[in-house]
């Protein structure tokens, strides 16, 4: 692992398998507190590449954005999973 900046890494490079899976490096699961069996995001751009997100962080996200707008039906759900770590 190789850090660049405060918040920039390099995790080395993966080998896609048959079935087009990869393996995410240990140290890169540690920084972003990944798990088996946590859901992933992945998104893509053809000039700038993969990215990959938990989806709890983009959930925690927008449930604090809609709660931003005082919504009922988002207040009442006290964040379920807010206090699932990151």
Same mark, same amino acid.
């Given at each position: 692992?190789?850090?660049?900046?405060?918040?920039?890494?390099?995790?080395?490079?993966?080998?896609?398998?048959?079935?087009?899976? #990869?393996?995410?490096?240990?140290? $890169?699961?540690?920084?972003?507190?990944?798990?088996?069996?946590?859901? #992933?995001?992945?998104?893509?751009?053809?000039?700038? $590449?993969?990215?990959?997100?938990?989806?709890?962080?983009?959930?925690?996200?927008?449930?604090?954005?809609?709660?931003?707008?005082?919504?009922?039906?988002?207040?009442?759900?006290?964040?379920?999973?807010?206090?699932?770590?990151?």
């Amino acid at each position: 692992m190789s850090k660049f900046g405060k918040d920039n890494y390099f995790f080395g490079s993966v080998k896609v398998g048959d079935r087009g899976q #990869i393996v995410i490096p240990i140290e $890169g699961r540690k920084v972003f507190n990944i798990n088996s069996g946590d859901q #992933i995001l992945v998104f893509g751009d053809k000039n700038r $590449g993969i990215g990959l997100v938990k989806s709890s962080k983009l959930k925690n996200f927008a449930m604090k954005f809609f709660k931003s707008f005082n919504l009922d039906e988002f207040n009442d759900e006290e964040g379920s999973d807010e206090s699932e770590e990151e």
